[in-house]
């Protein structure tokens, strides 16, 4: 979860930027709430994890809040719609 110091177009439109040329990013949502966006980041590691914060996400200006959630088990994964 992001969480964005300033919220005028031009700083949304150079995170948006940013964040789809990082190929660790799967998935980017610009959320309404308590944060800004939600990443969905696959690694293979904590390790390599930490090293992307470090090397390339804390790179990003305007990052306010950084706030990470880890998945332990997967227990349903599907895209089927049920209307």
Do not use: W
């Not at 949304?12 to 709430?33: N, S, T, W």
């Not at 994890?49 to 305007?62: G, P, Q, T």
């Amino acid at each position: 979860m992001v969480s964005l110091r300033y919220h005028h177009e031009g700083f949304i439109d150079k995170f948006e930027r940013q964040i789809k040329a990082l190929p660790e990013v799967q998935e980017c949502y610009h959320m309404a709430g308590k944060v800004d966006f939600f990443l969905k980041i696959n690694l293979k590691s904590l390790e390599e994890y930490h090293e992307f914060v470090r090397l390339k996400l804390s790179k990003i200006e305007n990052i306010g809040v950084l706030e990470s959630y880890f998945v332990l088990k997967e227990i349903k994964a599907t895209t089927e719609y049920h209307f």
